[in-house]
């Protein structure tokens, strides 16, 4: 069964706009789409201290995102910012900077995609990841990898940054999760409390039930999740055609664990820093071709062969070198990378410095099944491999392993995780 991450921040662009600007921290503050302005004054108080603050004024605008301090003082998002002012006079009104979360949208990714199997981009401030075999396939597992991404996150975007996290079997549920728990709430929802977890949340928190939905609901007498449940399913398909099957399946806790890749990766890279420096070529060896297997299995799951390799490696002193490689023929397999690897690393390497890190990344990436007849090989290749692939989704990373990589000290989960990093 899968395991799903859904990571949503918490008044995004207004923490954004706090992160970028210590003035601005611990006040209420709204984030506005442009309108019309003016010079406007309003007074800030910073402990006992009043403050002048001269700023625009977005006339007719609308507050697209309340910090936590407004959201106290009871302003919402889709509030006019006029409307808002009367609620809460001292709130500052920012231009909003689509630049700028932007940059932090795409840190957020990246470090997502260093930990997590797949990721799929919901908007701009929440994602899905599917962690489960990055989290060793189990609750404890995923719940010490979501505090990994959350520091990450802390240190990467700012600490003003914050996001709540859901884990769970499905994305319906994942979502439901974090949303249950604001701000920076982590709430996990392991598959034999899903049903209960599910009744204790308002029908309004599902996402795919909006106004009109709900409206529609209550003439049925359904207002809560206990009441939907007692709906068959039949009478929601001829109300609600097939979205019926969703709403249905969403009150018992179920739904759907696909995730879908929108971005493609330009590279997909693992390192790896071990706990004591190797001393000799089979150690290193062994460790490059388990990395090289994590690499070409994330490669194979999002359906890409690479055509470069690079590789890097760091000493004890943390000296060391990188490469890169252009391959004669397109890689899908662990072992070719590795072997790859290898060829440039070993006349480099030197090992008598004890090398530290090592890390290999698989770069201008081709779909898998693309037209080119030049990669017949290689798609009946990616056959034999994606079976062996759908073991390990089934049984977990540990379901098959190359013999020669048995003694590799990243397999082990001892302290922190596997693979300390993945770009
Ligand atoms: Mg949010």
Request: proline share 3%; net charge positive; hydrophobic share 35%.
């Amino acid at each position: 069964m899968a395991i799903i991450l859904h990571l949503d921040f918490n008044s995004y662009f207004a923490s954004v706009e706090q992160q970028a600007n210590p003035f601005l921290r611990g006040l209420p503050i709204a984030v506005a789409g442009k309108g019309r302005h003016s010079i406007d004054v309003a007074m800030a108080h910073r402990g006992s201290q009043r403050i002048r603050i001269d700023q625009l004024s977005f006339q007719r605008s609308v507050v697209t995102t309340a910090s936590r301090e407004a959201k106290k003082r009871g302003v919402k998002t889709a509030m006019g910012t006029w409307q808002a002012r009367k609620i809460c006079p001292e709130m500052l009104v920012i231009p909003g900077d689509p630049k700028k979360y932007g940059e932090i949208t795409s840190r957020f990714m990246a470090i997502l995609r260093r930990y997590a199997d797949s990721v799929q981009q919901f908007s701009t401030d929440e994602a899905f990841a599917d962690i489960t075999c990055a989290s060793g396939g189990d609750y404890l597992g995923a719940t010490i990898l979501a505090q990994k991404i959350r520091a990450d996150i802390k240190d990467e975007c700012g600490e003003y940054c914050t996001v709540s996290i859901g884990i769970a079997a499905n994305k319906f549920l994942a979502k439901l999760a974090s949303e249950s728990k604001k701000p920076n709430g982590l709430t996990c929802v392991p598959p034999h409390e899903a049903e209960d977890f599910v009744l204790t949340r308002p029908l309004a928190d599902f996402c795919g039930i909006g106004r009109r939905i709900e409206k529609h609901l209550e003439r049925l007498g359904a207002t809560s999740v206990a009441t939907l449940r007692r709906l068959p399913l039949s009478l929601l398909l001829s109300e609600f055609k097939s979205y019926g099957y969703f709403l249905f399946n969403s009150a018992r806790g179920l739904g759907s664990d696909e995730l879908e890749a929108i971005d493609d990766p330009k590279s997909i890279g693992n390192s790896y820093t071990f706990p004591h420096d190797l001393k000799t070529d089979h150690e290193i060896y062994q460790n490059l071709l388990a990395l090289a297997d994590r690499v070409a299995w994330r490669m194979r799951k999002q359906k890409f062969i690479a055509t470069h390799v690079s590789g890097y490696v760091r000493y004890g002193d943390f000296g060391g070198y990188s490469f890169h490689r252009r391959c004669k023929d397109p890689l899908i397999d662990g072992l070719e990378i590795a072997n790859t690897t290898w060829e440039v690393m070993k006349e480099k390497i030197d090992i008598t410095q004890g090398v530290r890190l090592i890390g290999v990344s698989a770069s201008g990436l081709l779909p898998i099944g693309g037209s080119d007849s030049l990669f017949d090989k290689e798609r009946r290749k990616a056959r034999v491999l994606q079976a062996l692939d759908k073991v390990t989704d089934k049984y977990g990373s540990g379901a098959w392993q190359r013999a020669s990589t048995m003694k590799t000290s990243f397999k082990e989960r001892v302290s922190g995780w596997h693979y300390d990093h993945e770009s």
